[in-house]
């Protein structure tokens, strides 16, 4: 065979290989509402809660739930923002006296949360792709803030 032959057959190789592992390899999410339901969050948050909407009207990186609130307490809300493996490792490394970012296991390849005072949000990495969930409640302490968004992140890394 000719080396013109030769190319051309290992071209044909290697776009036939390419297409066969294609459909396999996971694409990034880019609509973060599809990868929770209300029936999630509700069991999550023990508060009915409505359809996601999104942060901008330009993309669908950003969804936000808001729980109804019980008599007495305040509103729950919960977003969940897709991001880069590089926003993820950046906000790993950033420490401060304000700011304090501790290792999770159990969800995705790594996680950690990113706490700033009361506020904390549980940053997750499963391949090439990354998230960040958090709960915004003024009834419930970190701890349970924390457990809420584990809970979470492990229902999107099941999506993924």
């Known amino acids: 065979m000719t080396l013109k032959v030769h190319l051309g057959a290992m071209i044909a190789a290697i776009f036939i290989a390419s297409a066969a592992i294609a459909p396999s390899a996971s694409a990034a999410p880019d609509d973060a ?68 970012v501790t290792p999770v296991s159990g969800v995705g390849d790594d996680a950690y949360y990113l706490a700033v005072s009361n506020n904390v949000g549980l940053i997750v990495k499963k391949g090439n792709i990354s998230f960040k969930v958090a709960v915004y409640a003024s009834d419930l302490t970190i701890e349970q803030k924390q457990a809420v968004e584990k809970t979470l992140a492990q229902q999107v890394v099941s999506k993924l």
């Open 33 to 100: 509402c599809s990868l929770l339901t209300p029936a999630q969050l509700s069991a999550a948050l023990s508060v009915s809660v409505g359809a996601g909407s999104y942060l901008s009207a330009t993309t669908k990186k950003t969804c936000s739930w808001k729980g109804t609130a019980d008599a007495g307490k305040g509103s729950k809300i919960v977003t969940l923002m897709l991001q880069t493996p590089t926003a993820f490792e950046y906000g790993k490394s950033f420490q401060s006296k304000a700011i304090v």
